[in-house]
């Protein structure tokens, strides 16, 4: 087993062992419920981690993380303005879609 992945945030450590998951690649989350020892122990020591049941996966699952974080980068709304999350490939405020060539 390898460490692929730690945050604070369970939810989004859950997001990204269904994104490895859907693509064929075993992994367990650990530390799950530590939350409760922070103080106790070191915070990063309680974070969740997203661990790969297969080593030889780690190149690829790197990849499919990486290209999953780039996508929470924030972006400003060509049209108006607005800033927003990398996830939504459209702007709320005012409709306008995302200016980015990978974006079909």
Known sequence: MKLIYSAPNLLLVRHFQNLLESHGIGCVIKNENLSGAAGELPPTECWPELWLTEEKH???????????????????????????????????????YRANENIL
Do not use: I, V
């Not at 690829?60 to 780039?70: H, I, T, V």
């Open 58 to 96: 780690y190149r690829e699952a790197s990849r499919l993380l990486n290209g999953a974080e780039d996508d929470q980068q924030l972006w400003t709304c060509p049209r108006c303005n607005e800033s927003l999350e990398g996830q939504f490939d459209r702007c709320w405020n005012c409709g306008e």
